[in-house]
């Protein structure tokens, strides 16, 4: 006996909508996900071993016995396949199975050896390499998403407090990411959106720091990047601490990188290109004679991960749109000395922007 047919309810009928659209204008009659965000996006099955087959009539999930029950609770709407082992065998039988001519398929989702036997076996289904089409859609977020975005950033922000408080010589900084971790778990995030940058001194200096056994001592700055992760979304701040006195040049770093995170996240409305609001926060910092100490992007894209469109840089082609969640991050950057970032989330609205995130951006 079939199981009746089921519609796919809101968001992920509309969703789903939007990518046959999209399919339609590409004159794709399949597209194969491949990546857990995007498939998570596009029809709320979590399951990490898993691919998902959209045609303009179906919706087929890929999966392994593990995840049988989380697909009929999650996508109660699709057709679920097993898959008893990890190969391209079942993905092809699926292809061909509905009779598709042309499947699109994130080309940075699928390894050249998994491409080289669908396309051997795979005819006359055709192959086409679709860059970022999901990920172009995931970029303007819903009331929904919004939403959990905002939770996520009153657990991290309310995480960070209660380790400002605890914060003391001598504690390392493992110790201070391990507890921000904690706290936030303790305050409902499923986790980390990134393991927390948390950096004293000359670590500071560089963006990307790992936590080592640096022990947290007065006159010397503490960097912070962190985020919770709540209902699969994410948030991501930073802010700089001192305990004591602050170093002179780091004071004139900080006010620097504040006036110019100021100005960047005044200047975001909709039809602005991105890399125009990079410029705004660059030369700011380019004009007080730091330009080359500002070595990033000023911001990213932030939803199901950390870093997705739109990219808020220099090079970026993006132009920022309504329900776009956006992050500003400029900082300068000192070796040996140490750093100063500051970094805020911010969503588009229809006439300007709305800074979602709400801690102050002061010394400890």
């Known amino acids: 006996m079939s199981r009746p047919e089921i519609a796919p309810g809101e968001p992920y009928s509309l969703r789903l909508n939007k990518l046959r659209e999209e399919m339609t204008r590409r004159k794709l009659d399949g597209y194969l996900i491949q990546q857990r965000m995007d498939q998570y996006w596009a029809t709320g099955f979590t399951g990490e071993d898993g691919a998902a087959l959209i045609t303009h009539r179906a919706v087929v999930l890929l999966t392994d016995g593990r995840f049988d029950q989380a697909a009929n609770i999650e996508a109660p709407y699709a057709r ?63 009331a929904g998403e919004v939403e959990r975005i905002r939770q996520a950033i009153r657990v991290a922000e309310r995480a960070f407090e209660k380790v400002r408080q605890w914060l003391r010589p001598g504690l390392t900084e493992r110790e201070i990411a391990a507890q921000l971790a904690y706290e936030m778990q303790k305050l ?18 560089l963006p990307h720091y790992e936590p080592g056994d640096r022990k947290l001592v007065e006159n010397e700055i503490l960097l912070v990047d962190w985020g919770a992760r709540v209902s699969w979304y994410g948030s991501d701040l930073t802010r700089v601490l001192w305990l004591g006195s602050i170093p002179p040049r780091l004071k004139e770093v900080f006010d620097i990188v504040r006036e110019a995170h100021d100005r960047a996240i005044k200047a975001v409305r909709p039809g602005i290109k991105a890399k125009a609001v990079d410029q705004v926060a660059r030369d700011f910092i380019q004009r007080a004679g730091y330009g080359k100490e500002f070595n990033h992007g000023l911001g990213h894209g932030l939803g199901l991960v950390a870093h997705e469109s739109p990219r808020v840089s220099r090079v970026s082609r993006d132009v920022l749109q309504p329900g776009m969640v956006i992050t500003i991050e400029p900082g300068i950057y000192l070796p040996g000395v140490g750093g100063v970032r500051l970094e805020d989330d911010v969503l588009v609205t229809e006439t300007g922007y709305e800074l979602l995130s709400s801690l102050l951006v002061q010394f400890s």
């Open 188 to 205: 409902g995030a499923q986790g980390e959106t990134f393991p927390a940058i948390v950096a004293v001194g000359p670590g500071s200096a």
């Open 80 to 142: 679920k396949v097993l898959r008893k082992k990890r190969t391209p065998d079942e993905t092809i039988r699926e292809l061909k199975r509905c009779r598709l001519r042309r499947v699109g398929f994130n080309p940075d989702h699928m390894t050249v050896a998994e491409y080289g036997v669908l396309k051997k076996l795979a005819p006359p289904v055709r192959l086409v390499p679709v860059e970022n089409m999901v990920t172009a859609l995931r970029a303007v977020k819903d």
